[in-house]
């Protein structure tokens, strides 16, 4: 009896539960496929509340539908960490006490290291450093292409190169995305400068386009399956980019079949009907203050909004075109917050601290180390010098939209002082640069002469000195909103390293930046790093490459041009760049970066894909596995790589190539594979890389599509654009 009882009661409660699972929608079961919950929520949703959730309800947010437990939309930025809460419309901070994050990289330091693996580990500590603070969106990565070293966002994105840009962004998203949270690569496309960025309006080659401009995005969305994506603010073609029909309907959604949200970027929508047809699927940021109608538009009033509404009911607009936004929105939402496999998150861990240790020491190059004066070893010196004000300055601050309210920054003057003991080093500010905050802090403006002298004197009585300058993410000097207005280190820089050169031979010039500048000093100084911005860990990756503890290994994501005139668009004069303020037109073409510089047999001062190492590599001759290959085939390449120093370290072998004799103009090179060995001293090994026959391919504006000539192709391994080691012929058939 006893038993009969219980397998009674338990086919009760199965019962219920089987009655309770016909009983949940369809939507709110995480075990139901996402496309049939995305179908279910939208048979649910009212027409007001879908075109709710087709605009901003706040400054980072967007409506759900509560109603139904569809929860809001929560975007934050941005690629380098997690933005502090601001005020729900407004810009500024909201002062809230668990907020403040860890600081990675900035996106140059990323590209820098040439090494897709550290490029995941940031995507994934980032990501759950999002997903911690609830985001739904992580506004990031950026992957607009370094076009000439004057647009303020550089420092945001990962250089010059297609290619390289390509392979570092599918690792990063894929990092970001497996903590539930979407990535939102931007800003596509064509924002290569902040100088009239609204409304820009970019003419440009189809190849150009294809070749250059458009191919990282690409990967974003097809090999990285990035859920959204930010339309960016200029035009392109006559067509703000947020609502470009090319870009939006043509490109993305029906060459790429992307199946996620097209975010606008803060302020980019202009129009309603175009808003509508031409591929957007969630308007933020566009001018308001927010609640009312008084100084501004109010978020009812946005072109998705009402007009949207309004339009439907009046038969101008289908329900088939908001369902299209609000599907696509429907899914991102059960990607993210409401997918079952959501993990939790981390903020400020140290096992984030370590992964934007590893990434800056990774991404630090080398641009000059004569005498080999590096390694400044523990001990060698008792009387270190550290000169200039980027010793000192926070860098994670500043740049717009990417400033990060940090945890902690560790200054490169803090690093080495925790290096080297405080009694080994003395500090001088060498110069001073405006105050960027926004309190105009009463700051003591003294003369640089005064500033210079005391350097001088500090430089005179030591045993080495450790100059920190470059840019700041002031306004101008590196900063979203304002493109660069000279090549040259501002703040009276040049004179006072001449100065400095002067007083004490053994001098390194430690450039924080995210742009390439001007060195009038280069064959004088005897020590050059490029050292990025490096966020929260920025002193120790520092301190850990100037002690030898870390051998340095990054190589340049972009090409550092003697002079501003060196540099393809530039040399082409103002309608090239930065335009006419209404048009601009891309006269480089597809030679951008290195391409520009091999093609004109221009020497740059600093090549793409350069960086020395406290070791040293041999290459070997480089080899395919065949001669000849059918355009579907992949080509093998192997060479030896050894490290013939005497310490271990890491080398990122490049791989170019060109075209015998194409039927139109192509770069003298492109790089096509890359990868990082690391060796230890004394150490080689065959390094073996891949490539498809159809990525040496150009687009071929006359068939609109990607085209590999018969013929032969050159392959050549090389440590940098600018040093082939060997070559190898092949043909293809
Ligand atoms: C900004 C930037 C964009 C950022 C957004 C939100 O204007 O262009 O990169 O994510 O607005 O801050």
Redesign the pocket.
Known sequence: MKKLKTFLSCLLVVGLQVNAQSARPVYLDPSEPIEKRVEDALSRITLKEKVDMCHAQSK?SAKGVARLGIPEVW?D??PHGI?EEVFWDE?SGAKWTNDSCTAFPALTCLAATFNPDVALLYGKSVGEEARYRNKTVL??P?VNIYRTPMNG?NF?YMGEDPYLSSRMVVPYIQGVQQNGVAA?V??FAL?NQEYM?DHINVNISDRALYEIYLPAFKAAVQEGKAWSI?G??NELRGQHCCHNDLLLNQILKTEWKFDGVVIS???GVHDSDQAVQNGLDLE??TSTDGLTNNGGVAYADYYLANPFLKGIELGKYTVDQLNSKVTRILRLIFRSTMSKDRPFGRFVSPEHSAAALKIAEEGIVLLKNNRQLLPVTVGKYKKIAVIGENATRSVTLGG???SLKVQYEVTPLEGLIAKYGKENIVYSRGYASERSSKKKAKQLIVPSDSLINAAVETAKNADVVVYFGGLNKNPNQDS??SDRKSYELPYGQDKLITALLKANKNLVVMLVSGNAVAMPWVNEVPVILQTWYLGSEAGNAIAGVLSGEVNPSGKLPFSFPKKLDDNGAISFGKESFPGDSINEYYKEDILVGYRWFDTKKIAPLFAFGYGLSYTSFEYGKITTDKKSYNPDETIKVSFILKNTGMKDGAEAVQVYASQAHASVIRPAKELKAFKKVFLKTGESVTVELEIKVQDLAFFNEVTHAWSVEPGEFILRNAASSAEVKSNVSIKVL
């Open positions: 980072f975007t930025d941005g933005r810009w506004l990031g950026g966002r945001e939102c931007k800003h924002n960025r930010m960016s603010y970027d803060w302020g933020m940021g717009g939209s990417s979203e909103g």
